[in-house]
């Protein structure tokens, strides 16, 4: 089993930058592929970007390249999203996920552990 706790969210304004870290712990942090989603009411959870397991492939979703960069600490076990620019419509509940692959995918079906999410809050 891999846990997954998510930190960072909260009320911010828009144009403002945020950052958001994911701890894992549990099996070996560095044998998984780990990856951010949001999610908004009554849509499905979207894939924002991903890493791989040493942090050498790094995939985002075309929507989000200029806004958002990821990286990876393996030796904290943490994974971090940082995105700029922040839009109203950037408010959502963001979730930490991993899947028992070296691959990185946009679909969140194939992950295996989720985060309980934070909640980030964008005002105009």
């Known amino acids: 089993q891999v846990q997954l706790a998510e930190s960072g969210g909260g009320l911010v304004q828009a144009g403002d930058s945020l950052r958001l870290s994911c701890t894992a712990s549990?099996?070996?942090?560095?044998?998984?592929?780990m990856a951010w989603f949001r999610q908004t009411p009554g849509k499905e959870r979207e894939f924002l970007g991903g890493v791989s397991r040493f942090a050498n492939i790094t995939r985002y979703a075309d929507s989000m390249k200029d806004r958002v960069t990821l990286s990876r600490d393996n030796a904290k076990n943490t994974l971090f999203l940082r995105m700029n620019t922040l839009k109203p419509e950037d408010t959502a509940v963001y979730y930490c996920a991993t899947r028992e692959s070296n691959t990185v995918v946009r679909d969140a079906s194939s992950y295996d552990f989720w985060g309980q999410g934070t909640q980030v809050t964008v005002s105009s």
């Open positions: 549990g099996r070996a942090f560095s044998i998984l592929a």
